[in-house]
């Protein structure tokens, strides 16, 4: 079986929380509300997210995908399991997402540099994660005041899951924004690049574990002090929250480009049928189920960053076979 094809048992799910979208549950579950359904979703919204990001991005190459589905109305393309190479990093997207079920993967990064062994990244694609322990409820919070706008995360730790249609939805227009950033706001990349996945921990992952595919490195990744960022969105299922954002060097103003993607998703909600006004966009506020009190979000992990097998633009990967690669990038990051 591919690493990430369909296997979902859904006699059981007597809830009306359901999307039957004939695409839909091909990929993903009917519901995701209980713990084990919302992380198969997380799971699967890695490979779809970052297979938009790798193709609209230029990163790999078109014999890397092929055409798929996420609903009846959106079409996408994903890494396509019969190229080897493509195969090989879904597989490491299924092993994030082995983490993602344990509570043990805090954020997994696409990490651009002009050159391999830079110290700064140029652009940086990061899915950060947040777990509820009690599934649908928000995370307890603090009735401690703060006098700062909360970051977005901190609005993610705060959400309460509203069902599976809005999951879906979540992703929907995600993925429609990864399209426009890439194809309508970013400067276009160098000719040469180097890029490859990195991964976090949470505190509650043992110190000895690895997930399988990643190599050991002390170091995570830098960006500028001036770069640029924006929102691309946030999943909120039954046990999981995720926030996608972009870094780089090639957004001129986080504000322009933000505003850029807020107005092309209400234009994408209305189209759809969909509610655009729920994106976490770091320039303009939104405040969703949240209250007038902010949880914590987790804590910079401990352990050791990994890096895996090094994705380069041609399509070649970097033979790790005998050694790990050593990340040239210091784990205290500067985000502005």
């Excluded at 990994?306 to 990340?327: C, E, F, M, Y």
């Amino acid at each position: 079986m591919a690493p990430l094809e369909a296997a979902y048992n859904e006699s059981i799910n007597k809830s009306l929380d359901v999307v039957t979208d004939s695409k839909w549950v091909k990929m993903f579950p009917q519901c995701v509300a209980d713990a084990d359904k919302s992380s198969n979703f997380m799971t699967r919204a890695l490979y779809v997210g970052f297979s938009a990001i790798l193709s609209k991005r230029g990163v790999l190459g078109p014999e890397f995908f092929s055409k798929n589905h996420i609903t009846e109305k959106l079409k996408c393309m994903s890494l396509c399991f019969k190229n080897p190479k493509a195969l090989q990093i879904s597989q490491l997207l299924k092993n994030a997402g082995d983490a993602i079920k344990k509570g043990y993967l805090k954020e997994i990064s696409l990490v651009i540099t002009e050159n391999e062994g830079d110290v700064d990244a140029i652009e940086v694609y990061s899915f950060k994660f947040h777990y509820f322990k009690n599934g649908g409820v928000a995370a307890q919070l603090s009735t401690k005041v703060k006098t700062d706008e909360p970051s977005p995360f901190e609005k993610l730790t705060e959400l309460d899951y509203q069902g599976t249609e809005t999951v879906r939805n979540q992703l929907v227009m995600m993925t429609r924004s990864i399209s426009h950033i890439c194809e309508k706001v970013l400067e276009p990349l160098p000719n040469e690049f180097d890029a490859n996945f990195r991964i976090d921990y949470t505190d509650e992952a043992p110190l000895n574990y690895r997930i399988e595919g990643f190599f050991d490195s002390s170091t995570f990744y830098t960006l500028p002090n001036d770069i640029q960022s924006a929102t691309l969105g946030h999943l909120r299922p039954g046990y999981h929250a995720s926030l996608l954002d972009v870094s780089s060097i090639f957004i001129p103003d986080t504000y322009a480009a933000e505003l850029s993607l807020k107005r092309h998703a209400e234009k994408t909600a209305e189209k759809l049928g969909y509610t655009a006004d729920g994106i976490l966009y770091k320039s303009f506020s939104f405040d969703g189920n949240a209250s007038n009190t902010t949880s914590d979000a987790n804590s910079l992990a401990s352990s050791t960053t990994l890096t895996p097998t090094v994705v380069k633009k041609n399509g070649k990967k970097s033979d790790h076979s005998s050694s790990a690669r050593v990340a040239p990038y210091s784990k205290g990051r500067s985000r502005k």
